[in-house]
């Protein structure tokens, strides 16, 4: 939200610094996250002043240029070479000096001492374009002949200079966005700073409201009063519509946004200065002469003012002439009655809409304006008359007119101001301080809240309409702590603190010493959204029955939670790879979620399902290129090397693990299942192209996703143990072995320990060979077969042994031939 300090400055008297006004609001709760500086032309036209012409002569080099003496200030006169027709001895112009910064649409241009054509040029006569003062260029600004020389360009045209807070507005503050609203909370700290009631919100004056006459009256109708507890209303007659005058453009271009015409920018001035959404009908789209608040039924159409044609649900609260619905009530107007340079009668309307009904009909539809965004949080039902008086007199003024009726004001069951009782000794508990009830009661005062009965133990107060976010007693104690001020309250010297015994594994601790070993490897840890788009898992060997739904959605991008970790990491790298980063090596722990579709549940949470993933994705070159080093590409090796990585530091030895090779599928060109007995521990394998294309990713992807909650579970059955250091040698024998290109290295492996349990320690393959002189469908790998006996020396003999028993069984078990 922004807030104008020129503008804010209507409504308190604060004469501070914009800084401290910063950091003043910060500790109140309204956090400032910048302070910008606005200035109505950009640069502020520093360096821009007045001139005269004393003289003009014919480039001799340049048949359209001319060569200009210009004075501009103490008697001093400089050469420039200009271009425009328009040019001539005696007039008063606009000059931008050497060293100015001028900013145009193609971007900043400097002013330099220069030679044209030969002829030097020491500054520059100026268009009203170039100086962000207009869109025209056919020729030099013309001053009046009165204007003084060498006066600064920012002072005759008195450019506003400004500066804009943009706030983060949590959800519960939503009486604060709003000018006023704010201006509450200033006068609020600085007279509990000062001790005394000094400051107080100067609120606009509409004592002076009178209607000219009530010529023209439109009843108003509510037939869901649940939906719109208040509606208030009036006519204006014989207005004109045309541009804004110039105070009011500049209020608004501040805070950022476009001026429209004058109506239009009328009810957005209230809007961010009273906080109060307003809304004006061409009188002469309201068929019938009269207004109907209802929910219009099931797939009525509806055009809105940017011409999209939206299919009301039933549940959408229309305002609604005799005959169709002219505005999506608090969230959009429609098309037809919108007020444009022909309207010549308004009809004003100022109203409190039900929040929930607001929320759910404009996230339904994806519309988001400034309108919904404050009656989504809840609005001030007693604004409502207020702000249209307020609108009345400002259109009055700007677009002429007569307001033609009264204020019509529907307001079928009053809403009453909430009554909340507190007890000092609960104020002090929860702030942690001794704050004397008289202090207390005076933050409250200086925001609206009434003091109704006060004893030395409690008090009652009357909480203000705006103030939707006050329902119980902790909320009164926060507001008396942000006026009070989080800083004043004393850190504790000590802290009190209970043994608590924690459950093994440690899960915390295993995901963080995954995570530094992964991040010593040369990954980055990623972190997604958790919801996604519900068209990934349409396809791609997902099942879209499992995705679990949002009720009301941001959008059809975030519309379900996600199955799995897998498309969040392609965003990543496809978001990496356009802006020239192709070497990636990524991680994420996260959830997952499914629904399981065809089982009827007495428990609702038991349909669904949640699990924790870690996903690793490698893409690009193993290392930076180099000189001396040539680029190779990183491949399925290198993920198995890091899943089998992760695996060993949760304790679960390779012996342990069975592979499965997976066939290629929509997912995966190829891959392997990791399993512990029945267990599924992971997937891993290369994307196929179809989810490249998906993504709009050019390179090959690797990716694994590992089962983390089961992974925990067989590493919290595991113990570490210590042993000392062998004291006997190993003994290395080699085998290559000539088998069928389909048997993987896994198979012989498993034959390897099934055949020799006690003193084989690792099993290595360190070469293949295939080759069309080995035959059809063969290759040859190479072997390696490490033994230890922990208690004494292995002989050759021995070894040799062992060597016979494990030729044998590759021999019978996979078809091997003994090279």
């Not at 002043?49 to 060569?67: E, I, R, Y």
């Not at 439109?218 to 105070?247: F, H, M």
């Not at 991008?557 to 020239?580: P, W």
């Not at 080093?629 to 342990?656: C, Q, W």
Request: charged share 25%; proline share 5%; with cysteine.
């Amino acid at each position: 939200m922004r807030i104008s300090y020129n503008w804010l400055k209507n409504y308190v008297a604060y004469d501070g610094q914009p800084e401290a006004l910063s950091v003043l609001l910060t500790d109140c709760g309204l956090e400032v996250e910048s302070l910008e500086k606005y200035e109505t032309v950009r640069g502020g036209l520093k360096g821009v002043v007045t001139g005269k012409v004393l003289s003009c002569k014919p480039h001799p080099n340049a048949d359209k240029l001319t060569l200009t003496l210009v004075e501009v200030c103490g008697n001093k006169a400089l050469p420039i070479v200009c271009g425009a027709p328009n040019v001539s001895e005696g007039q008063k112009v606009l000059v931008a000096l050497v060293g100015t910064l001028l900013y145009t649409d193609k971007g900043p241009f400097p002013i330099k001492k220069t030679k044209i054509r030969g002829e030097v040029s020491e500054g520059m006569i100026c268009a009203e374009d170039e100086l962000g003062l207009g869109d025209s260029h056919e020729g030099i600004m013309v001053l009046p002949d009165d204007v003084p020389v060498g006066m600064a360009a920012a002072d005759y045209f008195n450019l506003t200079r400004d500066w804009i807070f943009e706030i983060g507005l949590t959800p519960n503050r939503i009486d604060a966005a709003s000018h006023t609203g704010v201006a509450r909370d200033v006068a609020a700290v600085i007279n509990h700073q000062q001790g005394k009631k000094k400051l107080a919100v100067l609120w606009p004056d509409v004592s002076g409201f009178r209607p000219d006459n009530t010529d023209v009256q439109v009843p108003v109708t509510i037939q869901d009063p649940d939906a719109c507890p208040r509606y208030s209303s009036l006519t204006i007659s014989n207005i004109t519509v045309k541009e804004s005058p110039g105070w009011l453009k500049d209020k608004l271009k501040a805070i950022g946004l476009k001026p429209i015409n004058n109506v239009v920018d009328v009810t957005n001035f209230v809007l961010h200065e009273l906080g109060q959404p307003l809304h004006a009908f061409d009188l002469a789209g309201v068929n019938g002469n009269k207004v109907i608040v209802k929910k219009s039924p099931k797939g009525t159409v509806f055009e809105t003012l940017d011409e999209e044609k939206l299919q009301l649900t039933g549940h959408d609260l229309m305002v609604c002439n005799e005959a169709e619905p002219m505005c999506m009530g608090g969230i959009f107007g429609g098309i037809r009655p919108g007020v444009t340079e022909t309207t010549r009668a308004i009809f004003l309307e100022s109203a409190c809409f039900n929040p929930l009904t607001i929320r759910r009909s404009a996230k339904h539809h994806g519309l988001k304006t400034d309108a919904s965004f404050r009656f989504e949080r809840g609005s001030d039902p007693e604004m409502t008359v207020f702000a249209l008086k307020r609108a009345a007199m400002l259109i009055r003024e700007v677009a002429g007119g007569t307001i033609s009726s009264d204020v019509h004001d529907v307001y079928p069951k009053r809403i009453r101001p909430a009554e909340l009782e507190i007890s000092y000794h609960r104020v002090r508990t929860l702030i942690g301080k001794d704050i004397p009830a008289g202090e207390i009661q005076s933050i409250l005062e200086d925001l609206d809240f009434e003091i109704v009965a006060s004893t030395d133990a409690t008090l009652t107060i009357r909480v203000p309409t705006y103030r939707v976010d006050v329902t119980r007693e902790a909320d009164v104690v926060e507001e008396v702590l942000r006026i009070y001020g989080y800083n004043k309250i004393d850190i504790p010297g000590k802290m009190h603190a209970s043994i608590v015994i924690s459950p093994k594994p440690d899960k915390e601790l295993l995901q963080n010493t995954v995570s530094d070993m992964l991040s010593a490897r040369g990954f980055n840890e990623i972190m997604n959204n958790s919801l996604t788009k519900a068209a990934y898992y349409e396809g791609h060997g997902f099942d879209a029955r499992r995705s679990v739904p949002i009720q009301n959605p941001l959008s059809q991008d975030l519309n379900v939670m996600r199955q799995t970790l897998l498309f969040g990491g392609l965003e990543s790298i496809a978001y990496n790879q356009n802006r020239k980063i192709q070497d990636m090596k990524l991680y994420e722990f996260g959830n997952a979620y499914e629904k399981i579709p065809g089982k009827n549940h007495s428990e609702p949470l038991a349909a669904y399902r949640e699990c924790m993933l870690l996903a690793l994705f490698i893409t690009g070159k193993r290392q930076p290129e180099s000189w001396h080093e040539p680029g190779s590409e990183l491949d399925f090796f290198d993920l198995k090397n890091t899943v089998y990585a992760v695996l060993r530091r949760l304790g679960i030895h390779e012996r342990m693990v069975r592979a499965v090779r997976i066939h290629p599928s929509e997912r995966f060109s190829y891959g392997t299942d990791l399993f512990v007995e029945e267990k599924h521990l992971a997937r891993m394998g290369l994307l196929s192209k179809g989810l490249m294309r998906l993504a709009d990713i050019r390179d090959e992807v690797f990716y694994a996703t590992m089962e983390w909650d089961t992974l925990i579970q067989i590493a919290g059955e595991k113990q570490l143990v210590y042993r000392e250091v062998p004291r006997f040698p190993e003994i290395r024998r080699d085998l290559a072995l000539l088998l069928d290109a389909s048997v993987p290295f896994s198979e012989i492996e498993q034959i390897a320990y099934q055949t020799e349990k006690k003193i084989l320690k690792e099993v290595n393959l360190f070469d293949v060979y295939q080759d069309e002189k080995l035959g059809q469908n063969k290759k040859s790998y190479a072997v390696s077969f490490v033994f230890q006996d922990e208690n004494k020396t292995l002989t050759d003999k021995e070894v040799d042994k062992i060597m016979d028993k494990l030729t044998r069984a590759c021999t019978q078990k996979l078809g091997a031939v003994i090279r």
